[in-house]
């Protein structure tokens, strides 16, 4: 999938922006703080119907303003053309249209541009809590696999309701929480089996494209960890409900799981250094834009990286280099403070590109721009 034409209004420090793109890279150009990690956020908002960095629509409205508009014209591989409108005035539910259909469920549009995103905000899949370690799983599979979304809706309403009950000051209701239980369970069950076949396919391409960065000089691994491990999900939620009820919340269940992220055998939260925990986190989620095109039959992902050199040595941006000026990739976009980074890629990649500056949330053309 390609993203040829981008409009924007309002959308941050973003006023006012309207983009014809290369179908292959794309560069941005500027200072921290100018608005480049701003336009590559309102290019994921069009995949995911949301913000890479808040989950409050209302935040992305430029200030002393009262909505914001986004618009893109795709085209996938077949030259088949889409287009997407998303629009939003603060107070207002917001309004998500394909060629001019609006979905009667958001869901149903998860999928459509699948996406990878590498910022350097992603360091907090390290640094962070199992939230977000579960959140890197559920953003990829949810783009190829919809029964998986519609498990994981389920199997939190369930939560939901049964935490509900275990907060209760009197005493709740034994079979509504039979019920509750067994909504769980099953709708868990589904959603660790996803998981599990997921991060199993995902660790070797993840430890040789690491191998590459690093030039083979650490090893890493990923390890899946889930109450689901311990036997049957229902079970195992239903032995600690007495403590359950204590807290007044669920202990176990598949949204307690967990990535354990390993260097050397080791927490690479514990042992990493910066540039050692940024190519960790740069080759796994550049393994999972692998997964995506091997999965995701119909259209290449788009790339979206944001500052991805920073804190790494000049070994390693080589390598990453060679990487992304590969041929394996459909789109990309990617936001630089150092002009030097953006030019190496292009001197290796040989192809058709176009280069913007951002200033003050101004993007303009440079007309350079071409093959090389």
Not at 16 to 21: D, F, N, V
Not at 93 to 103: D, G
Not at 150 to 176: F, G, H, S, T
Request: with cysteine.
């Amino acid at each position: 999938m390609n993203l040829k034409h981008i409009s924007i209004v309002n959308y941050k420090n973003i006023r006012e922006a309207t983009l014809e793109l290369s179908p292959k890279m794309n560069c941005l150009i500027g200072h921290n703080g100018e608005g480049k990690t701003n336009f590559l956020d309102a290019v994921y908002y069009l995949s995911f119907c949301r913000s890479a960095f808040t989950a409050i629509d209302s935040q992305v409205i430029t200030h002393d303003q009262d909505f914001f508009v986004l618009e893109g014209r795709y085209a996938d591989e077949s030259g088949e053309e889409e287009h997407i409108y998303c629009g939003m005035k603060r107070g207002v539910k917001k309004q998500f249209k394909r060629n001019k259909k609006a979905y009667t469920r958001l869901a149903q549009h998860i999928g459509l541009i699948p996406l990878i995103f590498i910022s350097p905000s992603d360091t907090i899949l390290i640094e962070g809590g199992s939230e977000e370690r579960r959140r890197l799983m559920d953003v990829v599979i949810c783009q190829y696999d919809h029964a998986y979304a519609d498990a994981l809706i389920c199997y939190n309403k369930a939560l939901q309701q049964r935490n509900a009950l275990l907060k209760m000051e009197v005493e709740p209701d034994q079979a509504l929480l039979d019920i509750w239980e067994e909504e769980m369970a099953r709708h868990g069950e589904t959603v660790y089996r996803k998981r599990d076949e997921f991060v199993r396919e995902l660790v070797p391409t993840f430890q040789h494209i690491y191998q590459v960065i690093s030039e083979c000089k650490e090893t890493v691994s990923l390890a899946y960890q889930s109450h689901c491990q311990r036997g049957p999900l229902l079970e195992v939620i239903r032995r600690d409900r007495v403590r359950d009820r204590a807290v007044g919340y669920s202990l176990h269940g598949i949204h307690r799981d967990d990535l354990e992220m390993l260097l050397g055998g080791y927490p690479v939260k514990r042992e990493g250094s910066q540039g050692q925990s940024k190519t960790f986190v740069l080759a796994l989620k550049l393994a999972q834009f692998e997964f995506l095109k091997r999965t995701v039959s119909s259209t290449v992902p788009l790339l979206l990286l944001d500052d991805i050199f920073d804190k790494l040595d000049a070994r390693r941006v080589e390598q990453i280099v060679r990487l992304v000026a590969g041929d394996s990739f459909g789109q990309i976009f990617i936001t630089d403070t150092n002009r030097d980074h953006l030019d190496r890629i292009l001197q290796h990649s040989g192809f058709d590109y176009k280069l913007f500056t951002v200033e003050e949330g101004r993007i303009l053309e440079r007309k350079e721009a071409g093959h090389v």
